[in-house]
């Protein structure tokens, strides 16, 4: 963000000091939303990777335990096996979720912050940055349903 000159009142918004005070925490506010914004998706991201972390251990540990226990564990096993599956779909489905309302609430914001730029109620065009929450988010997301598509279709180094 560019530096403003607070020495001279042609800078100020209206011409008057309160009004200038005002814009700059309108400014910090938006902020401080968007950083909200950014630490509900870490949340998110944390919960979904307790969820496919979990329900792929379980997975492999029971899916372990039939191939060298025999056949008589199996229809005890699958259940368990399923059970961790479900864990795993969840985590993605809660993720994609996830990512979805943060790009939706984004845009949201930054088309307000744009809005209060054109009424002049702020200075300058402020730049939204994309975030690296977001970003690890879509990437996991993606290692997620690899995993996912390997535990259900028998494929991949989960075979």
């Known amino acids: 963000m560019a530096e403003i000159d607070h020495s001279s009142s042609d800078n100020w918004i209206g011409g008057d000091r309160s009004t200038e005070l005002s ?4 400014g910090m506010s938006f902020e401080r939303t968007r950083m909200s914004a950014d630490r509900t998706l870490m949340s998110i991201l944390r919960t979904s990777l307790s969820l496919i972390g979990f329900g792929f251990t379980i997975f492999q540990f029971f899916r ?3 191939l060298n226990v025999g056949a008589e564990a199996t229809v005890t096993t699958d259940s368990a096996k399923n059970f961790g599956l479900a ?8 993720l ?4 979805w309302r943060h790009i939706r609430f984004m845009l949201m914001l930054r088309r307000e912050h744009a809005a209060m730029e054109q009424q ?6 402020r730049r939204f940055e994309i975030s690296v929450t977001l970003v690890i988010s879509i990437l996991l997301l993606a290692i997620g349903v690899t995993a996912l598509s390997g535990m259900v279709l028998r494929t991949g180094p989960f075979d």
């Open 120 to 125: 002049a109620l702020l200075h300058g065009p």
């Open 96 to 99: 994609a979720l996830g990512i």
């Open 23 to 26: 814009s700059h925490r309108t």
């Open 87 to 94: 864990l795993v779909l969840l985590g993605e489905l809660l």
């Open 64 to 66: 372990y335990l039939a």
